[in-house]
């Protein structure tokens, strides 16, 4: 974009409060997880958004925004060009945010939110907690072009649309200014608030002494350990993928890494080419070489699948949509082990 498009832009009176939300929203690993979610500000013909890659918890520390040209990016879409295409430095979603028509627009992967959003009753779970708000559903569509497409179906039969739960996925909403849609957000937040079931405590003696002859290290998270010590939780990850950031591990055997190994250092020893491994009923130790965004990524997985009830019925992705994201998913973990973290 032209910098003669921007040189009237007062960065603290318009991009200051843009940046201060999305230092927040960042910082909240209930609401976004290594570079997922993204934030954009409409203003004077340019659309502020996230670049790829950047972290939203690195708002106050570094750049994390990119100014568009509003009408070229509308055009691209008109002409059925993604413009992450077009524009790669710009993030993923870019498309949702030019078609959600508000001019703050705010994409969180909230764990309270996919925790209902990988259901089969989505709908009408969601249905009776958000009664009030101009909310509507998208079930599971792959993001990119797919996702815009049908976040404008929904808004041409309900035009004053504010919220968007997207299936399997996570949360889209927009609003006039930045108090506005934090407001909005913290409402949906509470909400949908599910307090997380107590899990066993890991057995630190054990994973330690696996540590102590194999390249694996202990997470500083606690709370990852659940994905092992928690029966339902193992249970839930073993029926498949909930959401395809779970794909940024992706690879020959990824659904096997997301089921738990017997407790044995033999069988751990087995296993010292995954990034992570899941020691049944003990915690969770992480190869040394795991990065940053992939220990977020699992701790998110963690949190979400603490709040998944027993007896819900749940929507996997299917064989075809792993399949269909796993393009998606090979450049978003390019985008999460090359992103710079501050
Ligand atoms: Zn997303």
Known sequence: MEQGMIKNVSVNDDLGPLLD????????????????????LKLDGALWIKASGKWLADASRGKILIPLDLASVRATIRQNIDPAELYPD?????????TMP????????????IAWAVREDAAAQLGTRLQ?????WIPYVASGLPLAREISRVLAALPDTDVVVLGNHGLVLGGEDCRATEHLLNDIERRLAIAPREAHPADYA????????L?????????????????????????????PCQAI?????????????????????????RPFLLVKGRGVVISQAMTPAEIAMLRGLSQVVQRV?????????TEDEVAASSSTAAYRYRELANASHA
């Open 21 to 40: 939300l999305a230092g927040r929203v960042g910082c909240d690993p209930l609401l976004t997880q290594a570079s997922t979610g993204n934030i954009s």
């Open 90 to 98: 710009a993030s993923i979603e870019t498309a949702m945010h030019v």
């Open 102 to 113: 508000h001019r703050v627009v705010l994409h969180v992967h909230s764990v309270n939110t």
């Open 132 to 136: 009030g708000l101009r909310w509507q």
């Open 206 to 213: 054990l994973l330690a002494e696996l540590a102590a002859d």
């Open 215 to 243: 390249p694996w290290a202990l997470p500083d998270d606690d709370a990852i350990h659940a994905l092992a010590t928690d029966p339902v939780s193992r249970k839930v990850l073993e029926g498949g993928f909930l959401y």
């Open 249 to 273: 591990f992706s690879d020959a055997r990824t659904r096997e890494l997301f089921r738990a190994v017997p407790d044995t250092v033999p069988a751990a020893a087995e296993f010292t080419d």
């Open 309 to 317: 009830s027993p007896s819900s019925p749940l929507r996997y992705l």
